[in-house]
C-alpha cells in the first residue's frame, strides 16, 4: 500500500528564508508525486505535480520539488518565503494513470512564516 | 474553462439525517473522486467514478454512497449522519492522472 509521511508538523521561516517541507513516500509501482496548499477555509490548490520525466518539478509560486527515487523523497522548497506562502501542505501520491488513481495524503505541515 | 465547483459551501445537518453534497467536474474530466477532510487531518480518500461506475473505494462504510451522471457531475450521499461525519468534504476531477480540487462543502453534524 502506499503512504506518505511529512516530517515536521509545524515549520516557521523568516520572510526573505529558505523553505523546506519534507515528504517521504512508499509506493510499489513507479509513483505520482503532488504538492497541494490549503489556505484556511479554503479547498486544495495544486502547486506541482511528478509524474514522468525530469525529476526536477518547478511549481506555482516560486515552489519547487526534487522527485530522487533512491530516497524516495519528494521534498518541497522555495528560496525566498513570502508572506502570503502562510498555509498548511499537503504531499500525495498516486500510481498514476491507468493504476489507482487515488490520492494519498501525507498529514500536513502547517507554514508560518514570521516578519 | 471552468473549474471544480461544489454546492454546498456550509451544511448543518443533526445525528440521524441525509446529506446530498454535488461537485461539477472541469470540463472535459471524466473521473471524479470525493474525499473527507477532518479537522487538522489530511483528506482521506471516500470512492472515485470513472464514467459513471464506481472505480475504487476508501475505507468507508456503505451508508456513503455516490452517483456520476453523463455530464460526470457528481454526488456525494451520507445515510444515516454520525458526529463524526463532521468534515470538509473535497471533490476532484481529473484527467491523465492528475487531480483538482473544488473549494469543499463544510458538514457539520450536531
Known amino acids: 500500500a502506499q503512504s506518505v509521511t511529512q516530517l515536521g508538523s509545524h515549520v516557521s521561516v523568516s520572510e526573505g528564508a529558505l523553505v523546506l517541507l519534507r515528504c517521504n513516500y512508499s ?8 504538492w497541494y496548499v490549503q489556505y484556511p477555509n479554503q479547498g486544495l490548490q495544486l502547486l506541482l505535480k511528478y509524474t514522468t520525466g525530469a525529476t526536477l518539478v518547478k511549481g506555482i509560486n516560486g515552489f519547487e520539488a526534487e522527485f530522487k527515487k533512491s530516497e524516495t523523497s519528494f521534498h518541497l522548497t522555495k528560496p525566498s518565503a513570502h508572506m502570503s506562502d502562510a498555509a498548511e501542505y499537503f504531499c500525495a501520491v498516486s500510481e498514476g494513470q491507468g493504476g489507482s488513481e487515488k490520492l494519498v495524503f501525507g498529514k500536513g505541515t502547517k507554514l508560518t512564516v514570521n516578519p | 474553462e471552468t473549474g471544480v465547483t461544489q454546492s454546498p459551501t456550509h451544511l448543518i445537518k443533526t ?24 479537522l487538522g487531518q489530511g483528506p482521506q480518500f ?17 451508508r456513503f454512497s455516490g452517483l456520476q451522471f ?4 457528481s454526488e456525494l450521499n451520507v445515510n ?31
Do not use: K, M
Open chain 1, 27 to 34: 509506493s510499489s509501482v513507479p509513483p505520482y508525486l503532488f
Open chain 2, 15 to 38: 445525528r440521524g439525517q441525509q446529506v446530498t453534497l454535488r461537485c461539477s467536474s472541469q470540463s472535459g474530466h471524466n473521473t471524479v473522486s470525493w474525499y473527507q477532510q477532518a
Open chain 2, 46 to 62: 471516500i470512492f472515485q467514478y470513472y464514467r459513471e461506475e464506481e472505480n475504487g473505494r476508501g475505507n468507508f462504510p456503505p
Open chain 2, 70 to 73: 453523463p455530464n460526470y457531475s
Open chain 2, 80 to 110: 444515516a449522519l454520525e458526529l463524526d461525519d463532521s468534515a470538509l468534504y473535497l471533490c476532484a476531477s481529473s484527467l491523465y492522472g492528475v487531480q483538482y480540487f473544488g473549494a469543499g462543502t463544510r458538514l457539520s453534524v450536531l
